[in-house]
């Protein structure tokens, strides 16, 4: 990059979001929306992290009850309102793929479908809707599913989204409200005035902000190192299988029971679990692996070929369709899987909303909701205090 | 499943291929030659397929005897056990696996038998990658009508039918290849109604040292120009076709002249009937490969991605060699050349005695290098090609994604690469993976965002984890260098 003159920027703008994937996209356009002005910068392209290498989860079914199950929910609801907006002649939810499909959980083994059933009643409690559907009656949810299952659960409320289209349209809509978008502008620092984050430096300007807010995803780490914070946001590596475009076969989002407990495992070894789902394109999506290799951009096919496996035990009308190409990212995961959200108390006027781990397109929402109540000093909806950045304790080795 | 296990792999059978795959067995090194293609020759030395009737390819074939006589001493190899021959063979996977790498390919010359035979893993300690290049096309209006081929289509189907590929034809674009495509129509009885070249030789006059370099090369052209003398055919320079013209089918074109500017020059529009439109752009090396290994790359004079190699045609990774069209698009003879640097470097690093005459060789190559350098800045894609595409102009055919979307995936939704157009509009995403459409993509995203097309933009559509599409039962089944059950971590 030739040297550009550093510019002091003219304007302050009251919250600089650092990250212009979906979280960052979602909290400057509910920043707009409560008033704030807002600039967004990223050192890559719009959703160019994690965001465009994700399916598009709005899940609760795989959410144990706790604070990721109660900012679910939040997140959920919002999801669900913002599918109404008008937009371009249609609406929000229309142009950013949103189907409220629901999601089919099914178990092979009766232990495992004892599970569910015990998670699904504490769900319930919290305001989940979860039906039980026994074995013979699973054909009538999905024709083409194999019959060697026990039964399962479905799940109205699990949604779909196009990520990368609800970043764009979101970060779109923040623009329009007057905010600006910076993209291949690197955050090189912080300004400070004494303790206090009063704005960014990129490698082309400072920008002064009244507050700023951490939501670069899987780099959220490096982004509060140079505010002197640590965040110990790690990468979790990721596949997803895409198919040739299909007629309609597969009309919920399906995965197996053991899902919830790999999204919950501290294995750093390739764990994958069947999640198979369609999409508006026809295209067949199936995740989903993980494994902690650090930011290993080789191809892994034992991760490849488990997909795939898993893929064709779950749906064995799959076995001869094509696969197209693989998607690779890098979900940002935190030690206790629970994200970042709030006002960072070691470096007053930093903000965070990051380390959502495999879950970050769906609670995007929500966390833009808290965040936005957090920086203008209404009580947010549910408590922050789990989510809070210092809960990590001192330095580890990294 | 099969396994082979060899000391080199070379990848693809054309020119660059062949003449890795000889110069490396013929230094004592046992070679394995992966291909596509079901008969050797890549796209450059296609042969006829059997039964295909009467034909002298030695008429169509520009260097026919070199490929025969190396195609036969390769065969003679293959006897011995030297060699290995794996045709129809389509490689979706190279890993590396220990000090070796793993190609891991399926058979089937249409994606859709992919699944049907077993797969084929071949174990090699080095390997060459010669992957070659593909046609590179652009849209324009109407080119998605029947009866608009590619010149390489065209010329495909000529060589490898012998179907003549329309009674009245006009072959455009631009290069010299447009002169052989249109010469070998003509000799097989199409009508050639014209050839539309955007650019003209005369340009060459800025190059005098490359074209003095290789005077073969210019050699070879005149000969082409004088056979289309003979044939009628007139070469308009520096014409463009600015539309395909017909409702169900192509039924003629609409050409224009084009000023010192590069615009349109007014009064010059005019129809020419025809059946077939060839058009060809150069061509897009083929890079997938390369990518999945992590070779670095960099964009050629021709705006191509290319492989980055040394002077003993090795890539950024160890191990790795690279010839041909993927380091650059030359042409079949500076294929050759860097084919046979490459397969005697690796053949050295198997502790062969391959050190044969290396220094005409890459004076050879240094000649054909200036030469193609020289062809690219003579022959450019006028400005006017892309600019004529209005918003309703497709230029995704699997995914319907017309020149609209891409412009307002870069103006409303701010995409400022062509990944990112490619995530937000679909271009590219389907069956062909951007194939086709890809440099298109690039090229537009690049206009609308203000600037030239750089490596990212190309990196989107060559960078995939499967190069080829593997049906879901085959990706499933265990490999070679793996436990059947192992969970791989």
């Known amino acids: 990059m030739p040297d550009r003159p550093h510019r002091t920027g003219t304007t302050t703008s009251d919250l600089v979001v650092v990250g212009a994937g979906i979280v960052g996209a979602a909290c400057a356009y509910y920043a707009t929306r409560a008033g704030l002005s807002v600039t967004v910068v990223d050192s890559g392209p719009i959703t160019g992290g994690t965001t465009g290498a994700g399916e598009g989860n709005i899940l609760l079914s795989d959410k144990e009850p706790g604070p990721e199950l109660d900012l679910a929910l939040l997140s959920n609801r919002q999801w669900r309102s913002l599918a109404d907006l008008p937009l371009d002649d249609t609406t929000f939810g229309r142009t950013v793929e949103l189907e409220t499909k629901g999601g089919l959980v099914v178990a092979t083994g009766q232990a495992e479908l004892d599970g569910l059933a015990r998670l699904a009643a504490e769900q319930r409690e919290l305001g989940v809707e979860a039906l039980a559907v026994p074995g013979d009656r699973l054909p009538e949810f999905e024709p083409h599913l194999t019959d060697d299952v026990a039964g399962g659960y479905q799940y109205p409320q699990d949604m779909q989204v196009q990520p990368m289209l609800a970043a764009a349209h979101l970060l779109r809509l923040a623009r329009r409200a007057g905010a600006t978008v910076l993209t291949h502008e690197p955050v090189t620092g912080f300004l400070c005035d004494g303790e206090r984050v009063t704005g960014v430096r990129t490698d082309r300007r400072d920008i002064p902000a009244g507050a700023v807010l951490n939501a670069a995803g899987t780099w959220?780490?490096?982004?509060?190192?140079?505010?002197?914070?640590?965040?110990?946001?790690?990468?979790?590596?990721?596949?997803?299988?895409?198919?040739?475009?299909?007629?309609?076969?597969?009309?919920h989002k399906v995965y197996l029971a053991d899902y919830v407990a790999d999204v919950a495992s501290d294995s750093a070894a390739l764990q994958t679990s069947t999640v198979v789902e369609g999409t508006g394109a026809g295209t067949v999506l199936i995740g989903a692996s993980r494994e902690r290799v650090g930011f290993d951009r080789t191809t892994s096919l034992p991760a490849l070929r488990q997909l795939a496996a898993g893929a064709v035990r779950l749906f064995p009308i799959l076995r001869d369709v094509a696969v197209l190409r693989a998607y690779r990212g890098f979900r940002p995961y935190c030690p206790d899987h629970l994200p970042v959200i709030g006002p960072d108390p070691r470096a007053p006027g930093l903000h965070h909303a990051c380390g959502h781990e495999g879950a970050g397109i769906g609670l995007s929402l929500g966390t833009a909701r808290l965040v936005t109540q957090s920086l203008i000093g209404e009580p947010p909806e549910i408590d922050l205090r789990p989510f809070r950045p210092d809960r990590f304790g001192p330095e580890v080795s990294r | 499943m099969t396994e082979h296990l060899v000391d080199l792999a070379v990848i693809g059978a054309g020119p660059a291929g062949l003449a890795a795959a000889l110069a490396a067995a013929e230094a004592g090194v046992r070679v394995a030659v992966v291909d596509a293609g079901v008969r050797p020759g890549?796209?450059?030395?296609r042969s006829p397929a059997p039964g295909a009737g009467p034909f002298r390819p030695a008429t169509l074939h520009h260097g026919w005897h070199w490929f025969t006589s190396t195609d036969?001493?390769?065969?003679?190899l293959a006897g011995t056990g030297r060699v290995l021959r794996l045709a129809g063979h389509h490689v979706w996977s190279v890993q590396a696996a220990g000090d070796q790498w793993a190609v891991h390919c399926v058979l089937g010359a249409e994606p859709r038998q992919h699944g049907t035979s077993?797969?084929?893993?071949v174990?090699?300690?080095?390997?060459?990658?010669?992957?070659?290049?593909?046609?590179?096309?652009?849209?324009?209006?109407?080119w998605d009508l029947p009866g608009v081929i590619t010149a390489g289509g065209a010329q495909a189907l000529l060589k490898g039918n012998l179907v003549v590929a329309g009674q009245r034809v006009i072959v455009a674009g631009t290069g010299p290849f447009l002169l052989p495509v249109a010469d070998g129509l003509a000799r097989h009885g199409a009508r050639v109604a014209a050839v539309i070249e955007a650019n003209s030789p005369l340009g060459f006059a800025r190059f005098p040292g490359a074209v003095l370099g290789a005077t073969g090369k210019l050699g070879e052209?005149?000969?082409?120009?004088?056979?289309?003398?003979r044939h009628r055919v007139a070469v308009h320079h520096r014409h463009v076709v600015l539309g395909a013209l017909g409702t169900d089918r192509l039924t003629g074109v609409l050409v224009g002249r084009l000023d010192r500017n590069g615009r349109v020059r007014a009064g010059t529009e005019r129809q020419i009937d025809c059946d077939v439109l060839a058009v060809g752009w150069g061509f897009t090396p083929q890079l997938e490969l390369p990518l999945q290994l992590g070779c670095a790359t960099h964009l050629d004079v021709d705006k191509s991605l290319v492989v980055t190699v040394d002077d003993d045609q090795a890539t950024s990774v160890a191990g790795v060699w690279a010839a041909g069209e993927a380091t650059g698009v030359g042409g079949a003879d500076l294929a050759t050349v860097e084919g046979r640097i490459a397969g005697l470097a690796a053949a050295a690093s198997l502790g062969a005695d391959a050190v044969a005459d290396g220094r005409p060789l890459r004076r050879r190559r240094s000649s054909l290098r200036g030469f193609a350098s020289a062809m690219h800045q003579v022959y450019p894609i006028p400005d006017i090609v892309l600019e004529r595409c209005s918003d309703e102009t497709l230029v995704c055919r699997c995914e319907e994604v017309d020149a609209g979307s891409i412009r307002r995936a870069v103006v409303d939704l701010g995409a400022t690469e062509a990944r990112t157009v490619k995530l937000l509009a679909r271009p590219g995403m389907g069956w062909c993976q951007g194939r086709v459409c890809g440099f298109a993509t690039a090229c537009l995203t690049a206009r609308h965002t203000g600037r030239a097309v750089a490596e990212p933009d190309l990196r989107a559509f060559a960078d995939r984890s499967i190069a080829t599409p593997v049906p879901l039962g085959r990706l499933a089944a265990p490999l070679a260098d793996e436990q059947p059950d192992g969970d791989g971590g």
């Not at chain 1, 965040?231 to 076969?249: D, H, N, Q, S």
């Not at chain 2, 300690?125 to 290049?133: K, P």
């Not at chain 2, 052209?221 to 003398?229: D, E, I, K, Q, W």
């Open chain 2, 72 to 76: 036969d001493r390769l065969t003679e």
């Open chain 1, 220 to 251: 959220a780490g490096e982004v509060a190192a140079l505010a002197g914070v640590r965040v110990p946001v790690a990468p979790r590596r990721g596949y997803i299988l895409v198919t040739e475009p299909l007629p309609p076969i597969i009309r």
């Open chain 2, 123 to 142: 174990h090699a300690r080095r390997l060459v990658l010669a992957t070659g290049a593909y046609d590179r096309q652009l849209p324009f209006p109407g």
């Open chain 2, 221 to 229: 052209a005149t000969g082409y120009a004088g056979r289309l003398l």
């Open chain 2, 118 to 121: 077993a797969p084929v893993t």
């Open chain 2, 42 to 45: 890549g796209q450059f030395w």
